[in-house]
Protein backbone atom coordinates (compact mmCIF):
# COMPACT_ATOMS: atom_id res chain seq x y z
CA UNK A 1 0.00 0.00 0.00
CA UNK A 2 1.13 4.02 -0.20
CA UNK A 3 3.07 4.87 2.16
CA UNK A 4 3.73 7.87 4.06
CA UNK A 5 4.05 10.89 1.26
CA UNK A 6 5.38 14.32 2.07
CA UNK A 7 5.73 17.46 -0.18
CA UNK A 8 7.90 19.12 -1.63
CA UNK A 9 9.76 16.91 -1.73
CA UNK A 10 12.92 20.03 -1.71
CA UNK A 11 12.28 23.62 -1.07
CA UNK A 12 14.37 26.65 -1.55
CA UNK A 13 13.57 30.03 0.80
CA UNK A 14 15.05 33.03 1.64
CA UNK A 15 15.31 33.89 4.84
CA UNK A 16 12.40 35.86 6.32
CA UNK A 17 10.04 34.18 4.18
CA UNK A 18 7.53 31.56 4.92
CA UNK A 19 7.16 27.92 4.45
CA UNK A 20 4.63 25.02 4.52
CA UNK A 21 5.44 21.48 4.43
CA UNK A 22 3.13 18.81 3.92
CA UNK A 23 2.48 14.98 4.92
CA UNK A 24 0.23 12.81 4.26
CA UNK A 25 0.12 10.02 6.66
CA UNK A 26 -0.57 6.13 5.77
CA UNK A 27 -4.61 5.87 5.39
CA UNK A 28 -5.92 4.50 8.86
CA UNK A 29 -3.11 5.81 11.24
CA UNK A 30 -4.04 8.07 13.64
CA UNK A 31 -0.78 8.97 15.31
CA UNK A 32 1.43 11.32 13.06
CA UNK A 33 4.76 12.33 14.40
CA UNK A 34 7.30 15.42 12.55
CA UNK A 35 11.00 14.91 13.20
CA UNK A 36 14.15 17.31 11.93
CA UNK A 37 17.37 15.75 10.61
CA UNK A 38 20.26 18.00 10.86
CA UNK A 39 22.96 17.56 8.04
CA UNK A 40 24.94 14.66 9.64
CA UNK A 41 22.88 14.29 12.59
CA UNK A 42 20.20 11.95 14.38
CA UNK A 43 16.42 12.66 14.16
CA UNK A 44 15.32 15.55 16.44
CA UNK A 45 11.98 15.30 17.64
CA UNK A 46 9.28 18.11 16.91
CA UNK A 47 5.76 17.40 17.77
CA UNK A 48 3.39 14.42 18.04
CA UNK A 49 -0.28 14.27 16.93
CA UNK A 50 -2.99 11.90 18.12
CA UNK A 51 -5.88 12.21 15.42
CA UNK A 52 -6.15 16.24 15.33
CA UNK A 53 -4.92 17.26 18.76
CA UNK A 54 -0.94 17.71 19.67
CA UNK A 55 -0.38 16.66 22.95
CA UNK A 56 3.05 17.29 22.69
CA UNK A 57 4.49 20.37 21.22
CA UNK A 58 7.91 20.20 23.54
CA UNK A 59 10.12 19.46 20.24
CA UNK A 60 9.13 22.89 18.37
CA UNK A 61 12.54 25.25 18.27
CA UNK A 62 10.38 28.31 18.91
CA UNK A 63 7.20 30.33 18.16
CA UNK A 64 8.18 30.30 14.26
CA UNK A 65 7.64 26.76 13.75
CA UNK A 66 3.30 25.64 14.11
CA UNK A 67 1.81 22.19 12.79
CA UNK A 68 -1.80 21.20 12.53
CA UNK A 69 -3.24 17.99 11.51
CA UNK A 70 -6.79 18.34 9.97
CA UNK A 71 -9.72 15.07 9.27
CA UNK A 72 -7.29 13.34 11.14
CA UNK A 73 -5.26 12.59 7.95
CA UNK A 74 -3.10 15.80 6.38
CA UNK A 75 -0.65 17.75 8.47
CA UNK A 76 1.23 20.64 7.66
CA UNK A 77 4.29 22.23 9.53
CA UNK A 78 4.67 25.80 8.92
CA UNK A 79 8.12 27.89 9.90
CA UNK A 80 7.07 31.57 9.87
CA UNK A 81 10.14 34.40 8.95
CA UNK A 82 12.48 31.54 8.05
CA UNK A 83 16.36 31.61 9.08
CA UNK A 84 19.62 30.06 8.12
CA UNK A 85 19.28 27.53 10.92
CA UNK A 86 16.57 26.48 10.36
CA UNK A 87 17.63 24.22 7.08
CA UNK A 88 17.48 20.76 7.42
CA UNK A 89 15.47 17.59 6.86
CA UNK A 90 12.36 17.90 7.43
CA UNK A 91 10.96 14.30 8.22
CA UNK A 92 7.52 13.13 9.00
CA UNK A 93 5.70 9.54 10.10
CA UNK A 94 2.93 8.11 11.03
CA UNK A 95 1.52 4.82 13.31
CA UNK A 96 -1.61 2.85 13.62
CA UNK A 97 -2.17 4.39 17.24
CA UNK A 98 -0.49 6.58 19.71
CA UNK A 99 1.18 3.87 21.68
CA UNK A 100 4.35 2.61 20.07
CA UNK A 101 4.76 -0.31 22.73
CA UNK A 102 0.46 -0.27 24.45
CA UNK A 103 1.64 -3.70 26.19
CA UNK A 104 2.28 -5.79 22.56
CA UNK A 105 0.36 -4.32 20.24
CA UNK A 106 2.66 -3.37 16.64
CA UNK A 107 2.28 -0.17 16.02
CA UNK A 108 5.95 0.55 14.92
CA UNK A 109 6.28 4.23 13.21
CA UNK A 110 6.39 4.68 9.19
CA UNK A 111 8.85 7.84 7.52
CA UNK A 112 8.20 9.35 4.65
CA UNK A 113 11.06 10.67 2.65
CA UNK A 114 11.27 13.99 4.26
CA UNK A 115 11.47 17.75 2.72
CA UNK A 116 14.62 18.68 2.36
CA UNK A 117 14.51 22.63 3.35
CA UNK A 118 17.42 25.29 2.09
CA UNK A 119 17.22 29.02 3.76
CA UNK A 120 19.47 31.02 1.18
CA UNK B 1 13.96 13.11 29.73
CA UNK B 2 15.37 10.04 27.75
CA UNK B 3 19.31 10.24 26.01
CA UNK B 4 20.59 7.72 24.08
CA UNK B 5 24.18 7.61 22.52
CA UNK B 6 25.45 5.97 19.38
CA UNK B 7 28.44 4.40 18.52
CA UNK B 8 30.60 4.01 15.99
CA UNK B 9 29.77 7.20 14.14
CA UNK B 10 31.06 5.46 10.98
CA UNK B 11 32.05 1.83 10.63
CA UNK B 12 33.85 0.46 7.60
CA UNK B 13 33.78 -3.20 6.56
CA UNK B 14 34.87 -5.79 4.30
CA UNK B 15 32.26 -7.66 2.21
CA UNK B 16 31.29 -10.81 4.10
CA UNK B 17 32.29 -9.38 7.42
CA UNK B 18 30.29 -8.78 10.29
CA UNK B 19 29.37 -5.21 11.78
CA UNK B 20 28.16 -4.42 15.34
CA UNK B 21 26.34 -0.95 16.44
CA UNK B 22 26.31 -0.21 20.10
CA UNK B 23 23.75 2.39 21.99
CA UNK B 24 23.41 3.36 25.23
CA UNK B 25 20.51 4.56 26.77
CA UNK B 26 19.66 6.67 29.62
CA UNK B 27 16.13 6.17 31.42
CA UNK B 28 15.29 2.86 33.00
CA UNK B 29 11.64 2.88 32.05
CA UNK B 30 12.32 2.91 28.23
CA UNK B 31 11.00 -0.58 27.00
CA UNK B 32 11.36 -0.54 22.91
CA UNK B 33 14.31 -0.41 21.19
CA UNK B 34 13.69 -0.39 16.96
CA UNK B 35 16.36 0.11 14.81
CA UNK B 36 16.21 2.16 11.28
CA UNK B 37 18.16 1.94 8.19
CA UNK B 38 17.83 5.05 5.90
CA UNK B 39 19.91 5.21 2.61
CA UNK B 40 20.40 8.04 0.84
CA UNK B 41 17.45 10.56 -0.15
CA UNK B 42 15.30 8.68 1.89
CA UNK B 43 13.45 8.05 5.09
CA UNK B 44 14.65 5.83 7.57
CA UNK B 45 13.09 2.59 7.47
CA UNK B 46 12.34 -0.05 10.49
CA UNK B 47 14.81 -3.36 10.19
CA UNK B 48 14.50 -4.88 13.60
CA UNK B 49 13.04 -3.73 17.15
CA UNK B 50 13.47 -5.48 20.57
CA UNK B 51 11.25 -4.99 23.46
CA UNK B 52 12.10 -5.00 26.99
CA UNK B 53 10.68 -8.52 27.89
CA UNK B 54 13.17 -10.40 25.15
CA UNK B 55 17.16 -10.59 25.37
CA UNK B 56 17.82 -10.40 21.53
CA UNK B 57 16.39 -11.27 18.49
CA UNK B 58 17.22 -12.37 15.05
CA UNK B 59 15.81 -11.98 11.35
CA UNK B 60 17.91 -13.43 9.29
CA UNK B 61 21.44 -11.71 8.87
CA UNK B 62 20.72 -9.06 11.63
CA UNK B 63 20.33 -9.40 15.06
CA UNK B 64 19.39 -7.48 17.91
CA UNK B 65 20.21 -7.66 22.04
CA UNK B 66 19.53 -6.06 24.90
CA UNK B 67 21.05 -5.35 27.98
CA UNK B 68 18.68 -3.92 30.52
CA UNK B 69 20.73 -3.66 33.27
CA UNK B 70 23.69 -1.85 31.72
CA UNK B 71 21.52 0.02 29.72
CA UNK B 72 22.81 -0.97 26.06
CA UNK B 73 21.81 -2.57 23.23
CA UNK B 74 23.36 -3.79 19.90
CA UNK B 75 22.74 -3.94 16.45
CA UNK B 76 24.90 -6.76 14.85
CA UNK B 77 24.80 -7.86 10.95
CA UNK B 78 26.71 -10.85 9.59
CA UNK B 79 27.68 -11.77 6.22
CA UNK B 80 27.32 -8.09 5.40
CA UNK B 81 26.28 -7.03 1.86
CA UNK B 82 27.33 -4.15 -0.34
CA UNK B 83 23.59 -3.01 -0.46
CA UNK B 84 23.76 -3.05 3.93
CA UNK B 85 25.80 0.31 3.09
CA UNK B 86 23.76 3.00 4.71
CA UNK B 87 23.29 5.45 7.84
CA UNK B 88 21.83 3.44 10.76
CA UNK B 89 20.10 4.87 13.73
CA UNK B 90 19.00 3.32 17.10
CA UNK B 91 16.45 4.50 19.14
CA UNK B 92 14.75 4.28 22.28
CA UNK B 93 11.15 4.44 23.72
CA UNK B 94 11.81 7.25 26.36
CA UNK B 95 7.62 7.57 26.84
CA UNK B 96 4.39 5.71 25.24
CA UNK B 97 4.92 7.46 22.20
CA UNK B 98 7.97 9.11 21.37
CA UNK B 99 11.19 7.68 20.38
CA UNK B 100 14.10 9.15 21.03
CA UNK B 101 16.95 8.61 18.48
CA UNK B 102 21.20 8.03 18.43
CA UNK B 103 23.11 10.26 16.17
CA UNK B 104 23.49 7.65 13.66
CA UNK B 105 26.42 5.19 12.18
CA UNK B 106 27.53 5.59 8.53
CA UNK B 107 28.00 1.90 7.50
CA UNK B 108 30.04 1.40 4.32
CA UNK B 109 30.84 -2.25 3.23
CA UNK B 110 33.68 -2.46 0.69
CA UNK B 111 32.94 -4.78 -2.22
Known amino acids: ?120 | GENVEQHPSTLSVQEGDSAVIKCTYSDSASNYFPWYKQELGKGPQLIIDIRSNVGEKKDQRIAVTLNKTAKHFSLHITETQPEDSAVYFCAACGSSYKLIFGSGTRLLVRP
Open chain 1, 1 to 120: GAGVSQSPSNKVTEKGKDVELRCDPISGHTALYWYRQSLGQGLEFLIYFQGNSAPDKSGLPSDRFSAERTGGSVSTLTIQRTQQEDSAVYLCASSLWGDIWPGGGDSPLHFGNGTRLTVT
